[in-house]
């Protein structure tokens, strides 16, 4: 497990993007969700990671989810989007996760916004629960690639190439988010005597 391997080699922190479709009439191509939480739907259907034998060492069998998403780190990363004008593209929402590759149908999308799902994508679940179970500090956001098809009568089409199109367009902005997160975190080990 890529993420076990992390914590082995003294990984305190994971940041953990994904590309997503923005289920949010609000949400624009091109937008940023930091994740304050998740819809686990594979997880509904026993698709979880953390399924199987515990060892304990790792962390306990049963924990807690509801606060998966550090909030001083989705704090800190507004704070720090607002210091580099980025934020009028910042958003925080749910994301629900799917297996894909397929991506949703109308009947889909519409249900999961009912849910309370801001946006959705096929990753960074499994990551997260498993970081967050090793007791490392999780901060994960979406790039919204695309407006989800909501309606019978939007003849577009989601594809992947809208999605790595949007990811180039936004990946100068991003860089200079990211490093502004790092060095809080690097700041933060410092001071925590890591
Ligand atoms: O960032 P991830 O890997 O979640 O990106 C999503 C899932 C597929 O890789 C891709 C589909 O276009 O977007
Ligand atoms: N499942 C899913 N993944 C995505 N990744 C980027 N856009 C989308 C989308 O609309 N749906």
């Not at 953390?50 to 304990?56: A, C, I, M, Q, R």
């Not at 306990?60 to 934020?87: H, Q």
Request: overall charge negative; aromatic content about 10%.
């Amino acid at each position: 497990m890529p993420v076990r391997v992390m914590k082995l080699c003294g990984v305190t922190h994971l940041i953990a993007s994904n590309a997503a479709g923005g289920i949010n009439e609000e949400y624009n191509e091109g937008d940023i969700m930091i994740m304050k939480d998740h819809i686990n739907f594979m997880g509904f259907a026993g698709n979880n990671p953390l399924v199987g034998f515990n060892d304990e060492r790792w962390g306990p069998r049963f924990i807690p989810a509801n606060k998966v998403y550090d909030k001083g780190l989705r704090e800190e990363a507004k704070r720090i989007a607002t210091k580099i004008g980025m934020s009028p593209i910042v958003r925080e929402g749910v994301y629900v996760f799917l297996g894909g590759p397929s991506f949703e149908t109308i009947a889909e999308i519409n249900m999961f916004r009912i849910c309370g799902a801001n946006a959705v994508g096929m990753s960074t679940v499994g990551e997260a629960l498993m970081a967050y179970h090793a007791g490392m500090k999780v901060f994960a956001f979406s790039l919204i690639t695309n407006k989800c098809v909501q309606d019978y009568d939007d003849d577009r089409e989601a594809n992947h190439s809208e999605v790595l199109d949007v990811g180039a367009k936004r990946s100068g902005i991003l860089k200079k988010w990211i490093g502004g997160i790092v060095e809080y975190i690097r700041q933060e080990c410092h001071q925590n005597g890591y």
